[in-house]
C-alpha cells in the first residue's frame, strides 16, 4: 500500500469528491501522473476529533486513541482496498471519534461504500441542469 507523504499531496486531494460516514470522512482524487498504477493513501487523526472530556473540562484526544483510530482505519482500508480502490487515484482518509468504538465489520462495509462513492466519476454540469 502505497501513501501519500507530504502536504502538498493532502492538499491537492482536498479538490476532489468527498464521502461521509460516521467513523470517517473519505476524499479521493485522480493523479495525473502515470507513473505510479496503484491507489496511495494518506490518514490523518487529530487530537480534536478523538477528543474526550479530561479533568478540568478540557477536551483532549489522547496520543493513544489517535493511534488506535488511525490503525483500525489503516486495517480496513488494507482489507478492501484490492477489491474497492480505484488505482490512479488519491485517497485521504480523515478519522472521527467513532473509528475507535464503531463495530469493525461496520467499518469495513462503511469503507466499501465510500470506495465506491468517492471512485465514481464526477457528474457533469449537464446531468445536474438539464435544458428545458
Not at 16 to 37: C, H, N, Y
Not at 47 to 54: H, I, M, P, R
Not at 64 to 84: G, I, Q
Amino acid at each position: 500500500m502505497e501513501t501519500l507523504k507530504t502536504r502538498a499531496e493532502f492538499k491537492r486531494v482536498q479538490k476532489g469528491r468527498k464521502w461521509v460516514t460516521p467513523a470517517f470522512i473519505m476524499q479521493g482524487l485522480a493523479r495525473a501522473d502515470i507513473e505510479s498504477q496503484g491507489p496511495r493513501f494518506g490518514f490523518t487523526v487529530s487530537g480534536k476529533s478523538v477528543a474526550v472530556e479530561g479533568e478540568g473540562g478540557r477536551k483532549r484526544g489522547k496520543a493513544v486513541d489517535r493511534n488506535r483510530a488511525r490503525r483500525r482505519l489503516k486495517e480496513a482500508v488494507r482489507l478492501t482496498f484490492a477489491e474497492a480502490a480505484r488505482p490512479n487515484l488519491d485517497y485521504v482518509i480523515i478519522g472521527r471519534a467513532v473509528a475507535l468504538t464503531r463495530k469493525f465489520e461496520d467499518l469495513l462495509a462503511d469503507m466499501r461504500r465510500a470506495f465506491h462513492k468517492v471512485g465514481q466519476p464526477a457528474r457533469s454540469d449537464k446531468e445536474n441542469n438539464p435544458a428545458p
